[in-house]
């Protein structure tokens, strides 16, 4: 066998990546629909993912559907019907603002409140910027 034909076999033994390839990939929501009610069944891995707090998460998310809802047992119950299109747009605003790094572009960020201001404070290039 020459280099050519052992470099093909070798390749040829690889698994393929699954995913897009990037680090850091966005959470989709997984709603259910009860009445008048929309459920984010994953909040806690939407969470997690954003490494972010529920509690901001939800006062964002709350606040940008205009409406009332409560966290319960890592699902998060709003009054309103939404699709999985609006939600979704919803967090991408909210990782556009709260979790990637506006000089850098990556989402390697914590979110610091200082007083009355939330900082995001960049751990890769160690950008700091005011977030509003």
């Known amino acids: ?31 259910e629909k009860a009445g008048r009610r929309t459920i984010l069944v994953n909040l806690d891995e939407i969470c997690q993912a954003l490494r972010r707090e529920q509690d901001h998460f939800i006062k964002f998310l ?16 709003v009054l309103g019907v939404f699709s999985s299109e609006q939600i979704n747009r919803k967090i991408e ?3 556009k603002t709260y979790v990637i790094c506006p000089e850098c572009g990556r989402p390697d960020t914590k979110l610091l409140r200082e007083e009355k201001v939330y900082f995001l404070k960049c751990e890769a290039c160690g950008a700091r910027h005011p977030v509003v």
């Open 1 to 31: 066998m020459d280099y050519e034909q052992m470099l093909q076999r070798a390749l040829a033994q690889v698994p393929q990546r699954e995913g897009s390839g990037e680090r850091f990939e966005l959470p989709k929501a997984f709603l």
């Open 62 to 77: 709350l606040k940008e559907l205009a409406t009332k809802g409560e966290a319960t047992g890592g699902r998060l119950f």
């Open 93 to 95: 605003l909210y990782v």
